[in-house]
């Protein structure tokens, strides 16, 4: 059986950028809320498209994946975009930021099996200072019904209603939504996809 660190690995092993070199449309849209010079979190950012264009914004960002091809193709997109990204290989089942550290958690299609996913949540949720952001795009289950990306199983797939109860108590939620879009991101996300949009920000 592939790990999943193996699958990923296998993936960004291909040329080019399995999803595009261009941000994530909410998170472009979203960025705006981030104060400058942020301290920011990418968790699962794989290849690091959203990592390095945030790092282009000015912030302080550490990309966080399992993929060690993943992490070099994101060194290297820093590079080619003059920019600075600290990067991370780390296991999101057990791996913490420092508590009330950060000023962003960007989760953008960073799916977890439900074994995991809620303390992982809550643990990157608790990295964030009084006030900080997370922003999170993700697959919604009725993505099962379209071929534009994501995993095929259920169990990996979020809704609003599982994100406001992995969060409650740490995070006030400004957007519970989800809805279809057209996805452009890549080879990887191409076409309509109906998705989970979740905006919370860090309660004092």
Known sequence: MTSPLNFWDQRFAQPG???????NAFLREQAGRLNPASRVLAPGDGEG??????????????TVDASRIGLQKARELAASRGVALTTELADLTDWAPEA?????????????PGAIRQ????R??????AGGWL?????????LAHASGGPKDADMLYTPELLDADFDGLLAPVLSWHGE?????????QGLAHVTRWLGQRLA
Request: hydrophobic share 40%; aromatic share 8%; no cysteine.
């Open 135 to 143: 922003i999170l795009e993700a697959f919604h289950p009725a993505q």
């Open 17 to 23: 950028y399995k999803y595009g070199l261009e941000p």
């Open 181 to 189: 879009t057209i996805l452009s991101e890549g080879p990887g996300h």
């Open 124 to 129: 990157l949720a608790q990295g964030l200072r």
């Open 119 to 122: 303390r992982a949540h809550r």
């Open 100 to 112: 009330a550290s950060l000023d962003a958690v960007v989760l953008i299609y960073t799916h977890l």
């Open 49 to 62: 498209r959203n990592g390095v264009w945030l790092a282009g914004q000015g912030h302080t960002v550490t």
